[in-house]
């Protein structure tokens, strides 16, 4: 888990230095300091379940098993890219490894995950869905359908709402009523839980309980998982919203610097042995660089190719 989000962290920030120098176009959301939520939670899953996620799950698809050289060819608009250079920062897609895509609409990937959880109750495969989404899409419309259907049908669905405290440039308590995001649940009769989302094993257990549920037939859970993005909503977001101590409050609660002293104290992980994954990932981000910058641009021709509608 641990080498795991370390190269989250490492892959988002090779991707802050292309986008500063325009190697990499348009949006481009870094889930710095949310890598504990991705990999607590795709961990927690069998390869084969369901996920969608949102334009800031690059964590998520690369803790779910995505290709890394694919999803940095994907940033680069390269053919080789999990959606052939077509879909760049916010469309990945790889159902290979049951990632029914990022989804740059706030909400939109919730009812999909319901959808898919539906296709594995009818077909009785065991599979769950999970789908990973901000504190900004709980005051949606497509959200409050999903979760109504979802209870109401037991959908085997796992509902992670990565609450980092604002949406976009807008603080929670200034959208939302609810003392916590989990009671959204409560309405629709749904099991929720809260957990500290910067903790990737806390994470973890709420996910594998989550899963174990609704194999069995109990329907949904959402989770709150409480965390922080590092870095801005986008790149070139001048922050004014949130202050500087708020920020370095939060860098000390940092999920890889939490679990790097965890293991160290409880598991006696040598620096050496952190060095050595930290040297491992290096190299493969510079080696997906490489690929990626090698690979050539999808033919203008592909423009009208792999749509579904
Ligand atoms: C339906 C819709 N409304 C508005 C937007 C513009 N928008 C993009 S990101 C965002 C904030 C979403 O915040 P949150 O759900 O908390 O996720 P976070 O960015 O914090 O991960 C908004 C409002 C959008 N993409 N989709």
Request: with cysteine; glycine share 8%.
């Amino acid at each position: 888990m641990y080498e795991r989000m370390v190269l989250i962290r490492a892959f988002e920030e090779a991707c802050v230095q292309l986008y500063m120098e325009k190697e990499i176009r348009g949006s481009f959301h870094p889930c710095v300091g949310q890598e504990a939520t991705a990999v607590g939670a795709c961990f927690a899953l069998n390869p084969d379940d369901y996920m969608t996620c949102t334009y800031r799950g690059h964590g998520a698809c690369i803790a779910k098993g995505i290709d890394v050289n694919a999803a940095m060819a994907e940033m680069l608009g390269r053919r080789t890219g999990v959606s052939k250079g077509k879909g760049g920062s916010m469309h990945w897609t790889d159902p290979s490894i049951g990632l029914l895509g990022e989804n740059a609409i706030v909400a939109a990937g919730v009812p999909i995950a319901a959808g898919a959880a539906l296709s594995a109750q009818l077909d009785r495969n065991g599979r769950v869905a999970l789908t990973i989404f901000g504190d900004g899409a709980i005051n949606q419309g497509a959200f409050h359908e999903a979760l109504n259907i979802a209870q109401l049908w037991k959908l085997p669905l796992i509902l992670l709402c990565e609450n980092n405290l604002y949406a976009e440039m807008t603080p929670l308590a200034k959208s939302n009523p609810l003392a916590q995001v989990a009671d959204r649940a409560k309405g629709y009769n749904m099991r929720a839980v809260v957990v500290d989302g910067n903790d990737v094993c806390a994470v973890y257990d709420a996910v594998r309980e989550a899963a174990r549920l609704a194999r069995a037939g109990e329907g949904p859970t959402f989770i709150e998982a409480r965390t922080y993005r590092l870095l801005g909503h986008m790149i070139g977001d001048s922050e004014s919203y949130r202050t500087k101590e708020e920020v370095a409050a939060w860098r000390e609660r940092d999920p890889i610097k939490r679990l790097r002293a965890h293991l160290a104290q409880a598991e006696g992980v040598t620096d050496a042995e952190f060095d050595a994954i930290h040297a491992r990932v290096q190299q493969q981000i510079e080696d997906a660089v490489k690929f990626a910058r090698e690979s050539p641009y999808p033919d203008p021709e592909e423009a009208y190719t792999d749509f579904w509608i």
